[in-house]
């Protein structure tokens, strides 16, 4: 069984920040990658930023620049740095993590967190 517990999130005037954070327990190892998602009201789920086991990083050109992804090993959890928000950036922003070694992977989902820009 694998936990996930966001937290951070809240409201923001835009060009603020936020920082992010996803604690994960139970049976996460090993752990493939550890991501971030978000989904606006009306639109899909969308990829916002993945760090993998070995560290590497990738973004969606939306937020390149101004969100960092980054990892404690030591305390299972992975954050996400959020400088310079925009409106929007509003949405509800879901960790995941991915347990594995490809091609056999399970992926496991946090409750979300809301982020709202707005002034």
């Known amino acids: 069984q694998v936990q996930l517990v966001e937290s951070g999130g809240g409201l923001v005037q835009p060009g603020g920040s936020l920082r992010l954070s996803c604690a994960a327990s139970?049976?996460?190892?090993?752990?493939?990658?550890m991501c971030w998602y978000r989904q606006a009201p009306g639109k899909q789920r969308e990829s916002v930023a993945a760090i993998t086991s070995a560290g590497s990083t990738n973004y969606v050109d939306s937020v390149k620049g101004r969100f960092t992804i980054s990892r404690d090993n030591a305390k299972n959890t992975v954050y996400l740095q959020m400088n310079s928000l925009k409106p929007e950036d509003t949405a509800v922003y879901y960790c995941?993590?991915?347990?594995?070694?490809?091609?056999?992977?399970?992926?496991?989902w946090g409750q979300g967190t809301q982020v709202t820009v707005s002034s």
């Open positions: 139970g049976s996460i190892f090993p752990i493939y990658a």
């Open positions: 995941k993590l991915v347990r594995g070694t490809l091609p056999g992977t399970s992926a496991y």
